[in-house]
């Protein structure tokens, strides 16, 4: 549940503890409450049975656990009745102030970390390594943070020359699609991932051809290439229809095609560079300038419309493939301001959001043209961006959106929070992702957790609330750089594409069980 959802709050941490603990579980609890989660602590002790009836409520109802140790708790009955209950729940955080061996500790909870509190001061002593634990596992739990580890590899090895995007469908979890610079895009199951399915090697160290279908892969779409060895005709992005019925691919020739998923069918082809007054394949003829690399982007709008985007222009076509303008909108200031980025933005009734290579984020109207808002704050390169839900009061219709530059100078993640009026002003907490340049961001749909691609070979991971990163396990490691992230529609899965060609997955564990 994101936060500020619930109407009528349960305690979120329920503190257990025994009477010569008190004072600290006192401070604890006080250090522990936020605005949008409660702590509960028994200050009565009584142990009528409607109080432990109540008890038990919170107990079952409480999200974390979090229980004191100290030599008396261990001999109290309902501390370690508490304490096992929450652990064979999967929610207890054990704590001590005092020094206890194992001998002090039932048997039950030998395999337990228990965490070092002494010498804890206040909720802003970050210098405290035990603080610091507690905290993270008391968010991870109470904000239901998602704790990702590395599910597989997709396709039996590599399956782009280098993977250019990747997007999950809206409703189906696991299926997603990628796009490659080498002309091809591909459907793929996350849950069919394979950790075996990295890609192995001949004895001269040639890669062996893997059947992607056995490793995922549900389809395959391709654009056409120029008759020359030298260029290729990439796909730079892909994304779905609201329904995922359909697909767009954005393709280097200047030609955006939209295909029916279940199918495999061509559908429409959207000539976009035509439309511009450019010739399609530009590139392989040696063509200069801003249309040369065809369309950059491509999306639906909720009533079908398509919108693409390339060079400076945004051009806007019916369900059945006709311009609804009859000239394509022209970004200012001109031919310098190419768009790269389009992303349909439910909270303005069908506008778009495009971002461009001189830093630029604009929010348009594609239907009237009207260009009503501009983020103008990034060093001048292609910019990318990522739309989040609500979470700090629960409305639907409000939540974030997280720019970075692709600049190796700028790689600052800012987060503006959007509604139906306005974007406001960058947050003061920002990112600064230490791997440039950032290639690409995705925001989680459930928790406050941004995933970002750059120059490292694992995604990187961050609370974007508390500003800490998540860490991921020593494994899923790229050859290269990641050039793409996703989320699923849940958040159940993480992917992950690189410039070697490969597709990771990643499974929240929280999600399995």
């Known amino acids: 549940m994101a936060r500020g959802e619930k ?6 941490i329920f503190i257990s503890y025994q009477r ?12 522990l409450e936020r605005p949008n989660r409660k702590v509960w602590l028994d200050q009565k002790m009584l142990s009528d049975t409607r109080w432990r009836a109540d008890i038990e409520k919170k107990l079952r109802r409480a999200r974390c656990v979090v229980t004191i140790w100290s030599k008396k708790a261990a001999t109290s009955g ?39 509190l002494r010498g804890w001061k206040s909720k802003d002593d970050l210098n405290h390594n035990g603080w610091l634990n507690v905290s993270r596992a008391i968010n991870a739990k109470c904000d239901r943070l998602p704790e990702y580890c590395f599910k597989g590899w997709l396709g039996g090895g590599a399956t782009h020359e280098r993977v250019t995007s990747l997007f999950f469908h809206p409703t189906e979890d696991a299926r997603l699609i990628s796009t490659g610079s080498e002309g091809g895009a591909a459907l793929w199951l996350a849950s069919r991932a394979s950790a075996e399915a990295r890609g192995v090697c001949d004895a001269d160290g040639k890669p062996l051809a893997a059947d992607p279908a056995q490793y995922g892969q549900d389809g395959r779409f391709s654009a056409p290439q120029p008759n020359s060895e030298y260029h290729k005709a990439s796909i730079w992005r892909a994304q779905f229809s609201r329904d995922g019925e359909k697909i767009v691919l954005a393709c280097r020739d200047g030609v955006a095609r939209v295909f029916d998923r279940s199918l495999g069918r061509l559908f429409l082809e959207l000539t976009h560079n035509e439309q511009c007054g450019m010739q399609s394949m530009a590139f392989a003829a040696g063509a200069k300038g801003q249309h040369k690399d065809g369309v950059w982007d491509a999306c639906f709008l909720p009533d079908g419309h398509i919108v693409t985007v390339g060079g400076s222009r945004i051009c806007v076509w019916t369900p059945d493939g006709r311009p609804v303008h009859a000239k394509p909108m022209q970004l200012s200031p001109g031919a310098q301001a190419m768009a790269v980025r389009v992303l349909n933005c439910d909270v303005l009734d069908g506008g778009v959001i495009v971002g461009d290579k001189l830093g630029k984020v604009r929010i348009i109207d594609p239907m009237t043209a009207e260009d009503f808002f501009l983020i103008d704050d990034r060093v001048d390169t292609s910019v990318h961006f990522a739309l989040g839900p609500a979470l700090v009061d629960g409305k639907t219709r409000q939540g974030v959106l997280a720019i970075v530059s692709e600049s190796p100078l700028d790689s600052e993640i800012k ?3 959007w509604s139906a009026q306005a974007f406001s002003k960058p947050r003061g907490n920002t990112i600064l992702d230490d791997a440039p340049p950032v290639r690409s961001i995705a925001l989680h749909p459930r928790a406050p957790v941004i995933a970002i691609g750059s120059s490292a070979v694992q995604p990187r991971l961050w609370d974007h609330i508390a500003h800490e990163p998540l860490p991921l396990g020593r494994a899923g490691w790229h050859d290269r750089g990641i050039s793409a992230v996703a989320f699923s529609a849940t958040g159940k899965f993480l992917a992950a594409g690189s410039d070697d060609g490969r597709i990771s997955i990643w499974e929240d564990k929280q999600a399995v069980l």
């Open 78 to 116: 309902w501390v370690n009745y508490e304490a096992f209950r929450a652990q064979q729940e999967g929610k207890l955080i054990a704590v001590t102030f005092d020094p206890i061996v194992a001998d002090d500790l039932p048997a039950w909870l030998s395999d337990q970390q228990i965490t070092n």
């Open 20 to 31: 010569d603990t008190a004072d600290k579980a006192r401070k604890l609890a006080a250090a």
């Open 7 to 12: 109407q009528d709050q349960e305690e979120d």
């Open 415 to 417: 987060f503006h929070e």
